[in-house]
């Protein structure tokens, strides 16, 4: 469905930008997780 979709893309979205600033979900924290995830709320 569409939500599981818009999800799967923020997710994705968070991943690539952690990895592109050299951390992983499991060293980020959830501020830095959470800034994340509004920017690609925005971005789409």
């Not at 959830?30 to 920017?39: F, K, N, S, T």
Request: charged share 25%.
């Amino acid at each position: 469905s569409g939500t599981n979709e818009k999800f799967r893309s923020r997710f994705h979205y968070v991943e690539q930008a952690l990895q592109a600033s050299g951390n992983s979900l499991e060293e980020a924290t959830l501020d830095e997780m959470e800034a994340l995830w509004q920017q690609a709320k925005s971005a789409k």
